[in-house]
């Protein structure tokens, strides 16, 4: 089911030193040619360098006072050609494109190139679990590590034990660990967890998630954003569910998370959104629940408490269909 990743900007920032023992110097070649004049990224953390090709090849040259990953992307309308990881770390480095893009001449880059030729997907399981027992402590180790153990705390509480300080310090695995901390906080059976939003209610006045949560009803949450795709897509099964049991005993309400609020109020507009909105929450409400993509919908009972997280589509109605039914037998 499609569903937008909220941005991480955890990368790293290569800091710029004239200590030699720290120069990193990428020469690239091209084997196949048809890409003479074309420009050549590299995307590491924030930043892209740019290099061009001549006579089939490209260079590289920087500082890298702690190891990261990078990214060569050839820039060639005409003739496409694949992308692919670099580690920059100390060293001189070859990168040949081919069919694919193989980084040798340093330890890390030796490394991966060795594994990335024993494995046809570097996805798989296997290969992420070699990858991570390799390096537990370097670069190398960070992204295994989330691909294997994001969204499941039981697998990233094992392997954040077995990993080193370098991997747990990690902006990117430090934010997964936290997520993952606060998602079983607030999972089913937990106790709302409340917040308020400077200026988010429709009329620019404070409101918090008590003002709705907590009251004697049942209260959908949705986490949504007006560029979200997925989330506009929700919107009809939303609306179904408001119509059928609005009341006393049910209510729904809007989060709009990472947008701008005249995106937000446009977006409600259109979409003739006739639930509470909760706007410009951006970050706020998404890291007490460790929502790291949307839509997101969250049940509430009568008391405040989460029955039900990640509701999507049919199982939306079905749900709190259920729960009304077994409420007013009781």
């Known amino acids: 089911m499609k569903r937008y990743i909220l941005p991480l900007l955890t990368a790293l920032v290569t800091v710029f030193s004239c200590k030699d023992n720290n ?9 196949d040619g048809g890409s003479e004049g074309c420009e050549v ?7 892209t360098d740019t290099a061009v090709v001549k ?14 990953v990078g990214r ?3 820039f060639n309308d005409q003739t496409p050609k694949p992308n692919g990881p670099v580690v920059l770390e100390p060293g001189k480095i070859t990168v040949t494109v081919s069919d694919l893009i193989v980084a040798a001449g340093t330890p890390l880059n030796d490394d991966l190139g060795r594994l ?8 798989s399981v ?3 679990q070699e990858l991570f027992s390799a390096h537990t402590n370097d670069i190398l180790g960070v992204s295994p590590m989330l691909v294997l153990g994001r969204g499941n705390k039981p697998v990233f509480d094992s392997l954040y034990a077995a990993a080193g300080e370098f991997v747990r310090n990690h902006p990117d695995i430090d934010a997964e660990h936290n997520r993952l901390e606060q998602v079983a906080r607030t999972s089913v059976g937990a106790m709302f967890t409340d917040f308020t939003i400077e200026h988010g209610n429709a009329d620019g006045s404070a409101v918090s998630l008590s003002d709705y949560v907590g009251k004697g009803k049942f209260v959908l949450v949705d986490f949504w954003a007006s560029w979200c795709g997925p989330c506009k897509e929700e919107m009809p099964n939303l609306k179904d569910v408001y119509e059928r049991y609005k009341g006393d005993r049910f209510e729904l309400v809007g989060i709009a998370v990472s947008d701008k609020r005249a995106d937000t109020e446009a977006a409600v507009a259109k979409l003739e959104l006739p639930w509470p909105i909760i706007y410009d929450a951006q ?4 890291e007490i629940y460790g929502v790291n993509a949307i839509p997101h919908i969250i049940l509430f009972d009568p008391d405040g408490k989460i029955v039900a997280r990640d509701l999507r589509g049919g199982m939306i109605g079905e749900f709190v269909g ?3 039914r077994g409420y007013s037998a009781q």
């Open 116 to 123: 990335n030729a024993k494995y046809d997907n570097p996805r």
């Open 283 to 286: 970050s706020i409400p998404s």
């Open 41 to 47: 990224y590299l995307r590491h953390g924030m930043v």
């Open 72 to 74: 060569i992307i050839i």
């Open 126 to 128: 296997e290969y992420n």
């Open 55 to 68: 006579a089939g090849t490209f260079r590289f040259e920087g500082v890298a006072e702690t190891p990261e």
């Open 23 to 31: 120069t990193y110097v990428i020469n690239g070649k091209i084997l």
């Open 322 to 324: 259920a729960l009304l």
